[in-house]
């Protein structure tokens, strides 16, 4: 799925918030002294813990409040998510308050909650719930856990974002679970092939209604390239150096055009990251890449790439649904694209920002265009 706009569309304002548990963040850039020290100093945290659901819900209850109503505006959301991806019965708490299981047909029987069947043709028999109140929610994770413990299982390697310590020495609430910190790992690569993407871009602006098939596809060409050089960029590849020699029978590769021989900067978190923390890396790089085309730099460019969490069984949250009242959760949960959740299950998105402008933009503005990825089993697009 591709899509496109200016920087000062609404859009690139909830990208962080629509998209609860990113587990890696790759943001890649011509490089800059000046880009580097401002994404660099962006960092997060998280916490991790052996748990049972029960006492999850208890210390999540604790930290949210009675109500359990999260504002995404603030720090303090709370996430949390089982960090493995070996259990086919899987849970999640997203920034709303709203606890969604997705488990087993046995194992929904037994829990004796609302929820519905995964409609997809070929996927396990599975079913997504959650609970109408707050009683019922704790009696079926106590339920879960018996299950859990019968089997001989121990308790769940959770992490999760939020209660933290009110003094701010980010030391985590409880003094069992440990905290971790989340900074960027920074690599620089050198006389690579370097693409100049506010060129290949802006042409679609020209296309109007895409009256010219022809164009829109040369136009969706280039941009294909573009990508393609982006995840070649996160994987240092080899390919990508303006001294390759490799063999054309083994693989060829040409970087997109325009380009140029350069530097490229490489910044990659890896972690439960919060929508907020998600949010200040895009929100950085617009205002980075603002001050460029003020310097009528239009050369550069920013790419962040976001990968999901396989396991949670919320990936997307619509824009109308952040801020959802979570107590009646069975209506909470329409707003939410199904997903089944699995290993190999894939929620990937690349934006690439520019501060090119056309003539169309105002000075201070730029454009993006982003591609949005999703597995097998997915309702989001239908």
Not at 178 to 201: K, M, N
Not at 267 to 281: E, R, Y
Not at 331 to 339: A, G, S, Y
Request: aromatic share 8%; glycine share 6%.
């Amino acid at each position: 799925m591709l899509s496109k706009g200016a920087f000062s569309s609404a859009e690139l304002s909830h990208l962080g918030k629509v998209h609860p548990f990113t587990r890696q963040l790759d943001v890649v850039f011509p490089s800059s002294d000046e880009f580097e020290k401002a994404l660099s100093q962006l960092c997060t945290s998280y916490c991790r813990a052996q748990l049972s659901l029960s006492e999850l819900h208890e210390f999540a209850s604790n930290i949210t409040g009675p109500g359990r109503r999260v504002n995404i505006s603030i720090a303090s959301v709370f996430l949390a998510v089982p960090n493995t991806t070996e259990c086919n019965d899987t849970w999640c708490i997203d920034q709303r308050g709203v606890l969604t299981l997705c488990v087993s047909k046995t194992l929904y029987e037994q829990l004796g909650l609302v929820g519905r069947k995964m409609p997809f043709k070929g996927c396990p028999e599975q079913y997504v719930a959650s609970a109408v109140t707050r009683a019922q929610e704790k009696a079926a994770l106590l339920t879960w856990d018996n299950i859990w413990a019968q089997s001989g299982f121990g308790k769940w390697d959770v992490v999760y974002h939020g209660g933290i310590s009110a003094s701010g020495d980010g030391a985590a609430v409880h003094s069992s679970h440990s905290h971790v910190q989340v900074e960027p790992r920074i690599q620089r690569s050198v006389d690579v092939h370097v693409p100049i993407p506010a060129l290949a871009l802006v042409r679609e602006n020209h296309l109007k209604d895409a009256e010219d098939a022809e164009e829109t596809e040369e136009w969706q060409d280039r941009t294909s390239e573009l990508y393609e050089w982006v995840g070649l960029a996160c994987l240092g590849a080899q390919r990508l150096k303006a001294n390759d020699r490799v063999d054309p029978y083994v693989g060829v590769y040409d970087a997109p055009s325009p380009s140029c021989i350069g530097s490229i900067t490489h910044l990659c978190w890896k972690g439960l990251l919060d929508p907020v923390f998600t949010q200040s890396v895009i929100d950085t790089s617009i205002a980075l890449l603002t001050n460029a085309s003020a310097q009528n730099d239009t050369q550069t460019f920013i790419a962040i790439t976001r990968h999901a969490y396989p396991q949670s069984p919320v990936s997307f949250i619509p824009p109308s649904g952040t801020t959802a009242e979570p107590g009646i959760s069975i209506e909470v949960q329409k707003e939410v694209p199904l997903r089944v959740p699995r290993a190999d299950s894939e929620d990937t998105s690349c934006l690439i920002l520019t501060p090119f402008s056309d003539g169309e933009l105002s000075k201070d503005d730029g454009i993006w265009v982003m591609a949005e990825s999703v597995g097998q089993w997915d309702a989001r697009w239908g």
